[in-house]
């Protein structure tokens, strides 16, 4: 853990993992609370808490024993790459992942890189093409022009090339001795698909050796990853009842937590990589009614926890009092100053699940936690209540798993709810339009009857409605 005395790196935690957040406010620190990364060229965006992950430097597509999902199908066969001088180098950020499907039907796999331009010119990329490290013709993603870079695009397939810690940079050069960050999407139709690891062809235009005056094109494959590192935990719901909104989910570029790079431990984390901010709404799609000032207006202050799995606690916090809705702490000079590390993610509890993932349950309501550390639980236990806590200015559950017990030092996993009903979404555009105290009405897209759905993971703005 950072030591909490460090005003500086505090400062940075609350802001990396704001909720609701403005774009115009705090901006470099990319996160927008139904979406969106914080430098988003002056257009709004909010944003949701933001806790931060492991960046494990893999250099060879060679994996642990240990799965952190419990089942194991890594392999530990080394990736070969010709040998020759590669001024960009590549290695990923955070641990090997595994395909999981998700609300579209569709099945995906989500990870981070770091480029470095190691030489001592510029480098420009001109693309980057996913392959699968067994077929080496076949394409699996395609990374280039708006896809890399588009100053215009709040949300979407696109920034995916991204200043550090993580915010769109406004082109493909890589200057010398720097490095950027690239998050990489891989959608396929079909788990046959999945590849079990993948290389990067790099297109790009730099030094074709250490004494280069002048950029030359060149193509060459670099940064083997594992993709086939375990399979989904399949989880209960952490809440229960209709009307709750994936709000930050996967997969899109421009959401809080996808675009979740941040310096911590020493290391580039992404700890919410597949985080949730759930947030829940009445039956007319009102997340607030009545005095927006009050927590208690909100339809989801207050509603019950529940423990996803059987497991141990191993870790809590409640002392933090409750935010008064519309203020985000990290975006108020006075509150911003008591942000630590320790309490950026307002009072929350960690499981143990076992099979080295734990389950974090944050901004939970203060006085709320039934359960200590050392307990067991069983799934659908009612283990606390919604809150406002932390760096948060609207009441909502923060939600993830991750392969470490901490917030900070550990990096996000996949992970899949066993069932739900799929009642439609809120539109980008309609949180765009947000304002701080999410108010509005956001069922344009409410379908009357939901659609049940078995081992998915719902993405972000999907509409759920869970067992009461």
């Not at 979407?156 to 999407?185: A, K």
């Amino acid at each position: 853990m950072i030591a909490a005395s460090s005003r500086a790196v505090n400062r940075q935690a609350a802001e990396v993992r704001g909720v609701f957040r403005s774009r115009r406010a705090q901006p470099g620190f990319g996160h927008g609370p139904l979406a969106y990364a914080g430098t988003m060229m002056g257009r709004r965006a909010y944003l949701f808490l933001l806790t931060v992950v492991a960046v494990v430097v893999a250099a060879a597509c060679s994996t642990s024993t240990s799965s952190t999902t419990g089942t194991s199908s890594a392999t530990s066969t080394r990736i070969e790459v010709a040998p020759a001088y590669t001024p960009v180098v590549v290695a990923q950020l955070g641990a090997p992942t595994f395909p999981f499907k998700g609300s579209d039907g569709k099945f995906h796999i989500a990870y981070d890189l770091g480029l470095t331009n190691a030489a001592s010119i510029p480098a420009t990329i001109e693309s980057i093409d996913v392959v699968d490290a067994d077929n080496r013709d076949r394409v699996l993603a395609s990374l280039s022009s708006k896809v890399l870079v588009d100053p215009a695009c709040t949300y979407g397939d696109c920034n995916r090339l991204r200043r550090l810690p993580s915010s769109p940079t406004d082109s493909t050069v890589i200057g010398p001795q720097e490095t950027r960050g690239l998050l990489v999407g891989i959608v396929l139709d079909s788990l046959d698909d999945a590849p079990k690891a993948v290389l990067h062809r790099l297109r790009l235009r730099g030094a074709a050796n250490p004494g280069s005056a002048a950029p030359t094109p060149m193509t060459y494959l670099a940064g083997p990853v594992n993709v086939s590192a375990g399979t989904p935990r399949v989880i209960a719901p952490p809440v229960a009842g209709t009307n709750w909104v994936a709000m930050n989910g996967c997969c899109g570029i421009g959401t809080a937590h996808v675009s979740a790079l941040a310096p911590f431990s020493g290391k580039l984390q992404n700890t919410q990589r597949f985080a949730i901010d759930w947030m829940r709404t009445n039956d007319d799609g009102e997340f607030v009614t009545g005095d927006k000032t009050r927590n208690e207006s909100y339809a989801g202050y207050g509603q019950e926890i529940r423990a996803v799995a059987d497991g141990t606690i191993t870790s809590t916090l409640d002392v933090l009092e409750p935010n008064k809705p519309g203020i985000l702490p990290a975006s108020d000079p006075e509150l911003a100053k008591k942000i630590t590390v320790e309490t950026v993610d307002g009072n929350n509890i960690i499981q143990d699940l076992g099979g080295g993932v734990w389950a974090a349950y944050a901004h939970l309501q203060k006085g709320s936690l039934l359960v200590k550390p050392g307990d067991k639980v069983k799934a659908g236990q009612v283990i606390a209540r919604l809150g406002n806590t932390g760096n948060s200015n609207a009441p909502h559950l923060h939600f993830q798993l991750m392969n470490g017990p901490g917030l900070v030092g550990s990096d996000g996993i996949p992970y899949v709810i066993g069932e739900f009903g799929y009642a439609g979404f809120v539109a980008h555009r309609k949180v765009e339009e947000m304002d701080d105290f999410a108010s509005g009405r956001f069922f344009d897209d409410h379908l009357v009857t939901p659609q049940p759905r078995r081992d998915e993971l719902p993405l972000d703005g999907v509409i759920v409605d869970f067992a009461k």
